[in-house]
């Protein structure tokens, strides 16, 4: 049974960082497509970033420049580096994994869902 336990949320101060972790079990990191989604109170949960088995990523534009996705093997983790985090940037983030090799910023594309970690940015 695939498992993908996410961490590293927390509250932050405006222009602070963190990092997100999403530990799998039972899927390998390098199997297929993973990503990170987040959504916002009252909004639907859009995609933040993804990174193929090849290591080649993609991000949002409202990211681009200030989130990193990575993956280690060895740890079987994902990440997502935030950096100068906006209050835009609040909500609960998702780890979320895919059954192909290539990536998509839909939703639909992902089968395995983690249960998600809270950001909180203020000022």
């Known amino acids: 049974q695939v498992r993908l336990v996410e961490s590293g949320g927390g509250s932050v101060q405006t222009g602070g960082s963190l990092r997100l972790s999403c530990a799998a079990s039972?899927?390998?990191?390098?199997?297929?497509?993973m990503a990170w989604f987040r959504q916002s109170p009252g909004k639907e949960r859009t995609w933040v970033a993804h990174?193929?088995?090849?290591?080649?990523?993609a991000s949002a534009d409202s990211v681009k420049g200030r989130f990193t996705i990575s993956k280690d093997s060895a740890e079987n983790t994902l990440y997502l580096e935030m950096n100068n985090l906006k209050l835009e940037d609040t909500g609960m983030y998702y780890c979320?994994?895919?059954?192909?090799?290539?990536?998509?910023?839909?939703?639909?594309?992902?089968?395995?869902w983690g249960q998600g970690t809270q950001v909180a940015v203020s000022s």
């Open positions: 990174i193929t088995t090849a290591g080649k990523s």
């Open positions: 039972s899927y390998s990191v390098d199997t297929a497509c």
């Open positions: 979320a994994a895919a059954k192909q090799t290539w990536c998509s910023s839909t939703r639909s594309f992902y089968t395995y």
